[in-house]
């Protein structure tokens, strides 16, 4: 079969194309914002490889926040590390508050997005949770970039894969984590992430993983994702993906271009997609504008397969057994409310007891960003559930 080449996609499909990927099925904050961890500088993991060579950027990292909506007010980190994967990728991890805390909660990041897209609440959390103020903290915060994404490096195609960032998720609690009770708290591809992980691993579940927040996220039936879009645009889209896909992977210079020259396309399509109120804070669509444009295309496109592919529906059992957290927006475009309306079904089949639901009214996808006292409040109240059992 003949491959389409660059010139025949059109400059029209291939905006449409690009500036659709780009915002699939999750988007925050700008790879910029996350504070990228210089491998000269981290002493290497006692008894592992040396540490291969990554692109990592110069810039330091105030310069690299300059995007943060928070600005000088966002909680800086207590200590940096690199994570190595299995197959050699190192992941850029941030930890606040101290490591003796009673339980850690390990923040799992979405589809193009960075650890900064809980910008919000790493300072609110970590001023409840992991800032002593004279008394034991409840907890400590990790937060770390997925493979392709933020300060973490990249694999091989064939890694890019939702059973590959479960594996990645059990390497950083093996690394930063061996003891102690975990919470999980995953958005988007985020929480496909722990999804995929109670899959895999349903042993983790109840023992060393404690609790569970799914945050606008899905177990599975993506491929239908219509973007809240006119079915005529669906058409369009569901024509012009396989291209622009194509196009991101075999001609990334190419595409690179593309979506410079859709920047306004792409900044409306964010604005459109991720948000539901009116009244959003244009930073905070400037700050979900630039980690698109600072993800590689290359990503974008060797991930959204396996995203739209998911089928995760083996996690319900093992999460049916501890505090679980869903959360959704009630005007999520990118993944509907329908999704976390069928993870709470199912969990309560499953026989879950003691399981939260929280519709957040009037906010969209990014409803850690567009309302993230509603997010902060309900995972302060999982952690408090945690603790008490």
Known sequence: MKHPQPRTVGLVGGLLGLAAAG?????AATRAASSRVRADKVGPVPGALPLPQVDITDQPAEVQRAEDPLGGRSRPADRTALVHTTDGVLLDVEEVGPVDAPLTVVFVHGYTLSMASWTFQRRDLGRELATGNGHRPRARLLFYDQRGHGGSGRGD???STVDQLAEDLVAVLDARVPR????????????????QLAARRPDLFGGRVAG????STSAGGLEDLDLGLPGVLTRLRAAVFPVAGFVMRHRPGFAEWVRRSAADVVSWATRALSFARDDVDPRLVDYVDAMIAGTPVEVIAEFYPAIVGLDAEAAIEPLAHIPVLVLTGDEDKLIPQGHSDRIVAELTAAGARDLTYRVVPHAGHLVLLEDPDA??????DLVRRVTAR
């Open 157 to 159: 195609s064939e890694h």
């Open 180 to 195: 102690g009770p975990v919470v999980l708290a995953g958005h988007s591809m985020g929480g496909m992430t722990v999804l």
């Open 23 to 27: 915002t699939a099925v999750g988007v």
């Open 212 to 215: 569970v927040a799914l945050v």
């Open 375 to 380: 997010v902060t409040a309900a995972l302060t």
